[in-house]
């Protein structure tokens, strides 16, 4: 069946530093893949997503480009700030129930 | 402004007793989902409905059942038979199929213990 898998954390980083959440799938066609964030005791909030291959999904500084030949959709900043401090899940969605299947998902921690 | 709403945000269940979590969305979205989060884990799937008055089993759907009768309302009941439902629960829900990668929007989660 479909599977994500995704660094473990936490990731703890300065402000301003470079962050990159590895993330790779294995999944029978091509599925969306998306990024999600959770903030402590909330619901999920949409990040970004990609559709196809080669698409690069980015929003708020965040990019990730959907790598078919490496099953990857790892997740990048070029300068983190506190605020972006939360868990970031990895997700794609299969297309017969439109369902998502998750990563284990990767706390970031940034100290200021 | 349209989202998903989740009730309670905390509850409490007693041995052997069954509770009902609430989820109701005015997006106009055909297809609602419900995952359970554990700690430290991802979310999985328990139930998933692609229209009114049809739902599917997900992967853990033992011990829990739910119901479809309006386009906006997908509730979850937690069952005596489900033996470790303390877990955080959040109900999603996605536009339908001919919008196919379309993302699931989210609810704030209701948190289940036992008492």
């Known amino acids: 069946g479909d599977s994500v898998t995704q660094m473990e954390g936490p990731v703890t980083l300065s402000e301003e530093a470079f962050l990159t959440i590895n993330c790779t799938y294995t999944?029978?066609?091509?599925?969306?893949l998306f990024w999600y964030v959770q903030y402590p005791g909330e619901g999920l909030q949409l990040l970004l997503k990609?559709?196809?291959?080669?698409d690069k999904g980015s929003n708020k500084g965040f990019e990730a480009t959907y790598r078919k030949e490496t099953t990857s959709f790892h997740l990048e900043k070029g300068s983190v700030q506190v605020s972006d401090s939360a868990v970031y899940f990895c997700?794609?969605?299969?297309?017969?129930?439109?369902?998502?299947?998750f990563g284990s998902g990767t706390r970031l921690q940034v100290q200021p | 402004d349209g989202g998903i709403t989740q009730s309670p945000k905390y509850l409490f269940r007693k041995e052997g007793q069954n509770v009902t979590l609430s989820c109701e969305q005015n997006?106009?979205?055909?297809?609602m989902y419900w995952y359970r989060q554990d700690p430290g884990q991802g979310l999985r799937l328990i139930y998933y409905?692609?229209?009114?008055?049809?739902?599917q089993k997900g992967d853990i759907a033992e011990g829990y059942s739910v119901s479809r009768e309006k386009k906006e309302s997908f509730p979850l009941t937690v069952t005596s038979a489900q033996k470790n439902p303390t877990a955080f629960y959040l109900c999603?829900?996605?536009?339908?199929?001919?919008?196919?990668?379309?993302?699931?929007?989210f609810g704030d989660g209701t948190r289940l213990s036992i008492l």
């Open positions: 999603a829900s996605t536009p339908g199929q001919a919008y196919s990668n379309q993302p699931q929007h």
């Open positions: 999944a029978t066609g091509y599925p969306s």
């Open positions: 990609a559709t196809k291959a080669d």
């Open positions: 997700a794609l969605m299969d297309t017969g129930r439109r369902a998502l299947t």
């Open positions: 997006l106009n979205h055909d297809a």
């Open positions: 409905s692609q229209i009114v008055n049809d739902f």
